[in-house]
């Protein structure tokens, strides 16, 4: 099978504040590198892209030092949290912008999805854009056409196509976009998180679409998601990036796992007030795995902890009180819930056993109570986490919806 997409030392650098360098004299010195061949002389070396410090030159790399190789017919995943450079990179490869330094060789046409807006002109109509997509990717007024009446099917605007694109909504530019990169005839299909635009009855049409693309079609596909479910269906291979720099690639299972264990986030923390009127208070609740380590994304066959620091007013009658949990799913219904009788100040945990959460986001609410006497303190709707499926037997139903939790269920024969 041939490389259809290779990547060589590529970085991206962008200039903070003023673009020029201060100089006419400097300003030809960059150009003439630039003609050579050669690295901007002007360019500071080792910032690197973390929004959350400040640097110490006026330079940011977006990416730096990027190396590899995807074969044709692959479909591979682009994982990492805001600000890894996935955006940027897919901009590179479609041509959106220039590399700083480094080389990208591609065999094949590329037709990608990445902002909304990207590669339609507002005046145009539906139509007119559809052909204006074509031309660019090299296709001829006949082979458009062709394909015309699946494209405008398939983004379901058949009423608007006579309509110029800025009077769109977000979603049918959206919707259009897509079914035009998807449809028309090109090697290379990249799409970026553009998709959480749509419905979720889109969304689904769309993974729908790019798993075909891949698998029945052979044509190369770059997908960017915060959706690792979506990811783990659709890629086999993934690239890992943090901090515009590549950490890791291979089996898309494998990288799920390093990205998840390189995860912490606050969302799955509470910080209580460290002190208080109430006779008992959370003054701290966290997520973690079973080893301690504070996560929000955890695979369906791990273990989850919650743990609660408590803190007590009173040491007489602790007893009448005790803690309670509900977990709530994305839409905020009550999955199930749990009491315990027993108080101790600090250290308490629930564990939430392997295989029993289904795929998905959840968060919790969680109170101290005297059962319907009083309630002395409550949080809620926090520490939000996800489930992620790792291979249950369930998961080779793809994105149809079985329910929130694996049933603890026998067949009789």
């Not at 030159?57 to 995807?70: A, M, P, Q, R």
């Not at 943090?242 to 606050?266: C, D, F, M, P, W």
């Not at 005790?322 to 999955?335: A, P």
């Amino acid at each position: 099978m041939s490389v259809a997409i290779k990547v060589e030392n590529l970085s991206k650098a962008y200039q903070l504040g003023e673009v020029g360098t201060g100089t006419i004299s400097r300003d030809l010195e960059r150009w003439f590198a630039k003609i050579r061949g050669k690295e901007d002389p002007f360019l500071k070396i080792g910032e690197v892209n973390d929004r959350t410090t400040k640097g110490t030159t006026g330079v940011v790399w977006s990416l730096k030092d990027i190396n590899f190789e995807i074969q044709q017919g692959d479909a591979v995943g682009i994982i990492g949290r805001n600000g890894a450079g996935k955006s940027t990179l897919l901009k590179l490869l479609s041509r959106v912008t220039a590399p700083t330094t480094g080389k990208i060789k591609v065999k094949g046409r590329i037709a990608s999805l990445l902002e909304v807006g990207t590669g339609f002109h507002p005046e145009l109509t539906g139509r007119e854009n559809i052909f204006l997509n074509g031309a660019i990717l090299g296709m001829r007024k006949k082979e458009i056409a062709r394909k015309f009446d699946e494209i405008v099917d398939f983004a379901g605007i058949e009423r608007y196509i006579d309509t110029p694109v800025k009077r769109y909504s977000s979603g049918m530019y959206v919707r259009l976009a897509f079914a035009v990169a998807a449809y028309l005839e090109s090697e290379i299909l990249i799409v970026d998180e553009v998709l959480a635009v749509g419905d979720a009855e889109f969304q689904k049409k769309c993974l729908g679409k790019i798993g075909e693309v891949s698998k029945g079609e052979g044509r190369t596909v770059l997908f960017v998601s915060h959706n690792m479910v979506s990811i783990q269906q659709l890629c086999l291979f993934s690239i890992l990036m943090s901090n515009g720099q590549l950490l890791a690639q291979g089996n898309t299972k494998h990288i799920l796992r390093e990205y998840l264990h390189r995860g912490v986030t606050r969302n799955a923390v509470y910080e209580g007030p460290a002190d208080s009127e109430k006779k008992i208070w959370f003054k701290k609740i966290f997520i973690s795995d079973i080893k301690g380590n504070v996560k929000e994304d955890f695979f369906h066959d791990e273990e989850i902890c919650i743990n609660y620091d408590l803190r007590f007013n009173i040491d007489q009658n602790a007893h009448v009180y005790s803690l309670f949990l509900m977990i709530l799913d994305e839409n905020k219904s009550r999955i199930f819930s749990t009491e315990s009788k027993v108080l101790t100040e600090k250290k308490n945990k629930v564990i939430i056993e392997s295989s029993f959460l289904v795929r998905g986001s959840y968060s919790v609410h969680t109170f101290i109570h005297a059962p319907r006497i009083e309630q002395v303190d409550v949080v809620e709707d926090f520490c939000n986490f996800n489930i992620i499926d790792n291979g249950s037997v369930f998961n080779i139903h793809g994105e149809y919806d079985y329910g929130k939790v694996f049933p603890r269920a026998k067949w009789h024969y």
